[in-house]
């Protein structure tokens, strides 16, 4: 009997303990599922925010508060644009904001261009930080988005006199590259109107900077998530 109740007891011992190692594995399941499922929720809770703000406008003392929240860098880059940047002190902390994204995650070509744009507005020119913003966003991304590559030709036409050679050089490659989408000959014409009416040799930059790489062969750029 005593040997018999022994070897029962060292079977329910052996199950108790296979029984728990069970337990522990679902408990490190269920904390890793339910730390998955935070995770997700805060991004989408980041993501909805960020999708607010760049549907209204707010003012400097929620811009201000906003900086100071250490909020995620997509939520900054919308709250410099939400701003009412026709004053210089909205346009100072839409800069400040931009940076704060920027210094969280670099890699953000949209960005940097965002940044040059706010900085030539709060100075009146480019200066050395807005040229440098300028050519981290095509350093980032040279070819790979076709509003980019619109905006820095008209921002370079618009201050010619301040945009190095080498710039100019870089911003016509993409002005040369959209002529090959097919679809921008209307916005080549305008630019091309503009720049002649400034005494700017367009024709000449176009020739320094022919190509045969095409769109097709450059992958289309993804903006981080954060």
């Known amino acids: 009997m005593t040997k018999l109740w022994r070897s029962h007891e060292t079977d329910v011992t052996d199950a108790s303990g296979m029984d728990a190692a069970g337990l522990a594995r679902l408990s490190l399941l269920a904390a890793a599922m339910l730390g998955m499922a935070t995770l997700c929720l805060r991004a989408l809770d980041t993501e909805l925010e960020t999708v607010s703000l760049s549907h209204r406008s707010i003012d400097l003392e929620e811009g201000e508060a906003l900086l100071a929240s250490r909020a995620p860098p997509s939520m900054m880059l919308a ?60 350093g980032q991304c040279r070819y790979c988005n076709r509003e980019l590559l619109r905006w820095r030709l008209t921002f370079a036409l618009n201050h010619w006199d301040s945009i190095p050679e080498s710039l100019r050089l870089e911003i016509f490659e993409g002005a040369e590259f959209l002529r090959w989408w097919h679809l921008d000959g209307a916005f080549l014409a305008e630019a091309r109107e503009t720049a002649e009416a400034r005494n700017i040799p367009f024709a000449a930059y176009q020739q320094k900077v022919l190509t045969n790489l095409r769109p097709y062969e450059v992958e289309a750029w993804q903006p981080e998530q954060g």
Do not use: C, F, M
């Open 79 to 138: 709250g410099a644009t939400a701003l009412d940047q026709a004053s210089k002190p909205a346009l100072s902390l839409a800069e400040d904001l931009t940076r704060s994204s920027l210094t969280r995650q670099p890699q953000q070509p949209l960005a940097w261009a965002q940044l040059a744009d706010i900085r030539t507005r709060l100075k009146g020119n480019p200066d050395t930080v807005a040229l440098e913003a300028l050519q981290h966003s095509i």
